[in-house]
């Protein structure tokens, strides 16, 4: 998994203590997509306290292995994220993605994220990233 991490995030990419500490949190969703007992992909989920008045989600984290993209793994990690967050009853589901990534933001796009608000230096000195979020409350999304 750390190496899917690092092909798709090089220096930005989450540590092992983060993803521990994703592991040990209660309202956290931890997905894996497996070719055979090869893990090819991953997602993280964090949503807020289920007594939270704002019944919020977000995507923490999700990336496949180079050798398997293009083959609809993220769509299938990001549907089963998606329903399992509606579920536990979260209706809205942001996530943050580098600016200038294109391919990335057509991906959200073309599951029903949209654009929210640049995020000035999110990435670090002149990396902007963007928030996008999806409602699941509407009919059609998630």
Request: aromatic residues 10%; contains cysteine.
């Amino acid at each position: 998994m750390r190496e899917i991490e690092r092909q798709a995030f090089s220096d930005h990419g989450y540590d092992t203590g983060t993803f521990l500490f994703f592991l040990a949190r209660a309202h956290a969703g931890f997905f894996v997509a497996l070719d055979q007992d090869q893990v090819i992909g991953y997602l993280l989920t964090r949503r807020c306290c289920p007594l939270a008045l704002r019944r919020r989600g977000g995507i923490a984290s999700i990336a496949v292995d180079a050798a398997h993209r293009n083959r609809g793994v993220g769509r299938q990690l990001l549907g089963h994220a998606l329903a399992h967050l509606a579920r536990a009853g979260v209706v809205e589901v942001d996530l943050e993605v580098k600016q200038d990534n294109h391919r990335a933001i057509a991906f959200y796009q073309r599951a029903g994220f949209c654009g929210d608000r640049v995020l000035p230096n999110y990435y670090g000195r002149g990396q902007h990233g963007l928030r996008m979020v999806i409602r699941l409350d509407r009919p059609g999304q998630g």
